[in-house]
């Protein structure tokens, strides 16, 4: 006779390892009789036809469930992990939102039923104030380069930034919170204590050090395709909104933005050269029915995710030119003189409508200043131009 896991949270590690995040029936009986319950009904070969089939490998190699859950807890503590059932204080509850867009078709998009996090802080607190940054793997180096310092700023001015970890966008986004101080979330496809990319080791020592990382599945589990798939839906979820910087037309990005959109979150993109194949997903976010908006700087996504009431993005400082600090009079005599030639005072008064009196005191004014010259009793711009 097999040992059952006397501890509901134990219980839910078992779950957690042998059924995927998001199964209907799973999560209908656990909402009808509780995690250990489930567990034991689960050994018994108890449970729907389905659910019988999806876990009978896995109970063929687990004769001890209760054994079985002992050895996740004790490898969750091994790696320094925590682990969060709803309910407990840290648990972000804008993730109950997920009950919202979830149905048949789609059942893994509902609500997390636990969480391993790895790092510094408590999960809702840092998450109260966040928003997405995502985009392509393979990015360009203007991509990364925006990525970069939109989460740099975003940080400074007090919003988490929450991304996948991967390569590319996501890399320069958590590298540019926290190269501003602040906090920053990696929402991985596999266990805490294997985080993906290897590549990206550094970095998540890093955040770590700085932020969380955190995952549905138990530590041990590895990447598989459809758990990038699954985990954008709480990138989106835990975010007030998702910017958007580069994606193709199947990226991963655009089903975060599909997500956040369908939650209600406020969906931003950046923009991109038309003919770059790292923005057409992008571009394409603007033309679907989405309301995606547009944002090129921190001031304008800040601007958009509080919206009425918050701070509202200054316009872009437009650049100044000497020019632009002539009066009406000056700039009708520069103007109206044509480049690389001679005009009479007279001429030139006349071409810019104001009185010979007038031109010749105006004229005096522009010559001291270097933007006009006199020859042998005639006006030309000055060739040396004005700084």
Same mark, same amino acid.
């Given at each position: 006779?097999?040992q059952?896991?006397d501890?509901?949270?134990?219980?839910?590690m078992?779950?957690?390892s042998?059924v995927?995040?998001g199964d209907?029936?799973?999560?209908?009986?656990?909402?009808?009789?509780?995690p250990?319950?489930?567990?034991g009904?689960?050994?018994?070969?108890?449970?729907?036809?389905?659910?019988?089939?999806l876990?009978?490998a896995?109970?063929?190699?687990?004769?001890?469930?209760?054994?079985?859950?002992?050895q996740?807890?004790?490898?969750t503590?091994s790696?320094?992990?925590?682990?969060?059932?709803?309910g407990?204080?840290?648990?972000p509850?804008?993730?109950?939102?997920?009950?919202?867009?979830?149905?048949?078709?789609?059942p893994?998009?509902?609500?997390?039923?636990?969480?391993?996090?790895?790092?510094?802080?408590?999960?809702?607190?840092?998450?109260?104030?966040?928003?997405?940054?995502?985009?392509?793997?393979?990015?360009?180096?203007?991509?990364?380069?925006?990525?970069?310092?939109?989460s740099a700023?975003?940080?400074?001015?007090g919003?988490?930034?929450?991304?996948?970890?991967?390569?590319?966008?996501?890399?320069s986004?958590?590298?540019?919170?926290?190269?501003?101080?602040?906090?920053?979330?990696?929402?991985l496809?596999?266990?805490?204590? %294997?985080?993906?990319?290897?590549?990206?080791?550094?970095?998540?020592?890093l955040?770590?050090?700085?932020?969380?990382?955190l995952?549905?599945?138990?530590?041990?589990?590895?990447?598989?395709?459809?758990r990038?798939?699954?985990?954008? %839906?709480?990138?989106?979820?835990?975010?007030?909104?998702?910017?958007?910087?580069?994606?193709?037309?199947?990226?991963?990005?655009?089903?975060?933005a599909?997500?956040a959109?369908?939650?209600?979150?406020?969906?931003?993109?950046?923009?991109?050269?038309?003919?770059?194949?790292?923005?057409?997903?992008?571009?394409?976010?603007?033309?679907?029915?989405w309301?995606?908006r547009?944002?090129t %700087?921190?001031?304008e996504?800040?601007?958009?995710?509080?919206?009425?009431?918050?701070?509202?993005?200054?316009?872009p400082?437009?650049?100044?030119r000497?020019?632009?600090?002539?009066?009406e009079?000056?700039?009708?005599?520069?103007?109206?003189l044509?480049?690389?030639y001679?005009?009479?005072?007279a001429?030139?008064?006349?071409?810019?409508?104001?009185?010979v009196?007038t031109?010749?005191?105006?004229?005096r004014?522009?010559?001291?200043?270097?933007?006009?010259e006199?020859?042998?009793?005639?006006?030309?711009?000055s060739?040396g131009?004005?700084?």
């Amino acid at each position: 006779m097999f040992q059952l896991p006397d501890d509901p949270r134990l219980a839910l590690m078992l779950l957690s390892s042998i059924v995927e995040p998001g199964d209907a029936e799973l999560d209908e009986l656990l909402g009808e009789v509780g995690p250990v319950e489930v567990v034991g009904r689960i050994w018994e070969g108890d449970v729907p036809e389905r659910l019988r089939r999806l876990t009978s490998a896995q109970v063929a190699c687990t004769p001890d469930p209760a054994d079985r859950a002992d050895q996740i807890a004790s490898a969750t503590e091994s790696c320094g992990a925590r682990f969060l059932i709803p309910g407990d204080p840290a648990w972000p509850e804008q993730l109950r939102d997920l009950h919202l867009v979830c149905d048949a078709d789609e059942p893994h998009l509902r609500p997390p039923r636990c969480l391993w996090i790895r790092g510094t802080g408590e999960l809702a607190a840092i998450c109260r104030r966040s928003v997405a940054v995502v985009g392509a793997r393979a990015a360009s180096e203007y991509g990364q380069h925006l990525a970069d310092d939109l989460s740099a700023d975003l940080t400074e001015a007090g919003w988490t930034v929450i991304s996948g970890g991967a390569l590319g966008i996501d890399r320069s986004a958590h590298l540019g919170a926290m190269a501003r101080g602040g906090p920053t979330v990696a929402v991985l496809a596999c266990g805490v204590d %294997r985080p993906y990319p290897k590549a990206n080791r550094s970095m998540f020592d890093l955040v770590l050090e700085r932020g969380l990382i955190l995952s549905e599945w138990p530590p041990g589990s590895a990447t598989m395709r459809h758990r990038f798939l699954t985990r954008n %839906r709480v990138i989106a979820a835990l975010s007030a909104g998702t910017v958007v910087i580069e994606a193709g037309s199947r990226s991963g990005a655009r089903n975060t933005a599909r997500h956040a959109a369908e939650l209600g979150r406020v969906l931003m993109f950046t923009p991109g050269p038309v003919t770059s194949s790292q923005s057409v997903g992008v571009h394409q976010l603007a033309r679907e029915g989405w309301e995606a908006r547009l944002v090129t %700087r921190a001031e304008e996504v800040i601007e958009d995710l509080t919206g009425i009431g918050g701070p509202m993005a200054a316009p872009p400082p437009i650049p100044k030119r000497p020019f632009d600090r002539l009066n009406e009079v000056e700039a009708r005599l520069v103007e109206s003189l044509p480049r690389g030639y001679v005009v009479e005072e007279a001429q030139l008064a006349a071409a810019a409508g104001v009185p010979v009196e007038t031109a010749t005191e105006t004229l005096r004014s522009l010559r001291k200043a270097g933007w006009v010259e006199l020859m042998e009793g005639r006006w030309r711009l000055s060739r040396g131009g004005v700084a």
